[in-house]
């Protein structure tokens, strides 16, 4: 059972978020007062736990990062800062405005599994900002991606795209074993020391080295 508390300021913009969750037939919603409404939904056989729902208004109000490692931020589909700043402190899952519909759910779901979740329009800033502090790759570039299979090149493509390896894995009707098999490979042949430095290196590459690769 997960317990969701809608930290958001702006009353119609929670009643809102409160109406998306209630769509969905696993999900029952507790009103309350304000910020401190609460929504119910069970996953699967999920633990209880407690996830907050959050806009930029309310992330200073949480001034413990432990916390915020369980929220959802909500933001606009032009972030600037915001984005950056609350990955920074803690938090791991935003989820953009105009797809808070398709979005919210699915974030609240990975919060609870402690997993990370971007809506797919945050993506590119995020690892925009992130990949601009890291040193440009060599001329060696090119040599090092040929020695990737065709599933490895597909792999880090939708890497780049900050898929889960379960997004990965049912996408290309693998077993998330087989993904973090391919990940190491990745990795290694890259020269690269984390996932998080495929997944970099995915979206800066991948367009202009990979093309668009066809699942099979």
């Given amino acids: 059972m997960i317990r969701v ?18 769509t ?3 999900v029952s919603v507790r009103d309350g007062e304000g910020a401190r409404q609460l929504v119910t939904s069970r996953v699967g056989e999920q633990a209880e736990s407690t996830v907050t729902v959050i806009d930029s208004a309310s992330l200073k109000s949480l001034p413990v990062k432990a916390s915020k490692e369980f929220c959802v ?7 600037d800062d915001i984005v ?7 938090v791991r899952r935003v989820v ?3 797809v808070v ?55 880090l493509r939708l890497l ?18 087989t993904v973090r098999s391919h990940i190491y490979h990745i990795v290694t042949k890259l020269d690269l ?7 970099l290196f995915g979206h800066h590459f991948t367009l202009a080295t990979l093309g668009q690769a066809r699942f099979t």
């Fill in 101 to 155: 519909e398709e979005d919210l759910v699915r974030a609240v779901r990975a919060t609870a599994k402690k997993t990370a979740f971007l809506s797919e329009s945050i993506t590119p800033y995020l690892l925009d900002c992130l990949a601009s502090r890291l040193p440009e790759h060599t001329s060696g570039t090119r040599k090092a991606l040929d020695r990737l299979s065709h599933r490895e090149h597909q792999v």
């Fill in 96 to 98: 953009a405005e105009s």
């Fill in 193 to 199: 020391k984390t996932r998080t430095e495929a997944v």
């Fill in 5 to 22: 508390r809608l930290h958001i300021q702006n009353a119609l913009a929670r009643r809102g978020l409160r109406s998306v969750l209630a």
């Fill in 73 to 79: 931020l909500v933001v606009s589909d032009s972030p």
């Fill in 160 to 177: 780049g795209k900050a898929w889960t390896n379960s997004e990965i894995a049912s996408t290309l009707r693998i077993s998330e074993a």
């Fill in 84 to 90: 950056l700043n609350a990955v920074k402190q803690g």
């Fill in 24 to 26: 969905c037939d696993d």
